[in-house]
């Protein structure tokens, strides 16, 4: 299994065609960066999310979906595969959370529908949710004393697990050592933010990009 190591930050706020601008949940964030921070902070902006539904059991699903993602479908519970242009999380048996940070959701989509047959199901829910990305050396002390999950002694490297950060529901994946990828749900992502904030107060907190 490839990881991804960084996402490049883009803007949170950009005018598209005639006067619709476009605005990512934590768009309006302002924060004064600590020099000293031990824990940073990224909106991944307008990153392209998908669930999709198949029969884990079918060969052609599986190799319907690998070839249009390359990358073929995690299928042991709570695991993940990556390559250069998508993450993939196994959510439930028959259930994967595809990301793509640098792809339109309806490319992806797109190209999953060219390659399945029978029963399965696609959903962009690029515009009900959101990327983060957590790290720092500190950032394993947050998550402890946030989630309810022990990120300490059950967490490796590719795990995905579905927890509560506070009180809301988050998809939470260990991408490298000292760097979480999380999903929130668009509602809850201010909530999340100052959540986090203020349990980073003590070991500083830097916003990158920002």
Same mark, same amino acid.
């Given at each position: 299994?490839?990881? #991804?190591?960084?996402?490049? !930050?883009?803007?949170? /706020? ?6 619709? &601008?476009?605005?990512?949940? #934590? ?6 960066? +600590? ?11 307008? %990153? ?20 249009? #993602? ?5 299928? =042991? ?11 993939? !999380? ?17 490319? +992806?989509?797109?190209?999953? &529908? /060219?390659? #399945? ?29 946030? %989630?309810?999950?022990? @990120?300490? /002694? %059950? ?6 697990? =579905?927890?509560?950060?506070?009180? /809301?529901? $988050? +998809? ?10 999380? @999903? +929130? &749900? ?5 909530? $999340?933010? &100052? ?16």
């Amino acid at each position: 299994m490839s990881n #991804l190591t960084t996402f490049d !930050f883009s803007a949170r /706020a950009e005018n598209t065609q005639g006067a619709t &601008r476009r605005e990512t949940p #934590l768009h309006h964030i302002i924060h004064p960066n +600590v020099e000293t921070a031990k824990v940073a902070f990224n909106e991944v902006a307008f %990153c392209a999310q998908l669930t999709l539904r198949g029969n884990p059991d079918s060969a052609d699903f599986l190799a319907g979906v690998e070839k249009a #993602l390359g990358v073929a479908l995690p299928l =042991t519970p709570l695991s993940s595969h990556a390559s250069d242009s998508y993450y993939v !999380f196994w959510i439930g048996p028959n259930e994967w959370l595809i990301l793509a940070p640098n792809l339109a959701p309806a490319a +992806v989509e797109a190209s999953l &529908r /060219a390659e #399945l047959t029978g029963h399965f199901a696609v959903v962009d829910v690029s515009g009900g949710q959101t990327l983060m990305t957590l790290s720092g050396e500190a950032i394993r002390e947050v998550l402890q004393k946030s %989630c309810g999950y022990d @990120v300490e /002694a %059950c967490f490796p490297v590719g795990k995905v697990v =579905t927890t509560h950060f506070a009180k /809301a529901t $988050v +998809v939470l994946h260990h991408q490298i050592e000292g760097t979480y990828l999380m @999903v +929130v &749900r668009r509602s809850f992502a201010d909530y $999340v933010w &100052r959540w986090l904030a203020d349990a980073s107060a003590e070991f500083g907190l830097m916003v990158k990009g920002a």
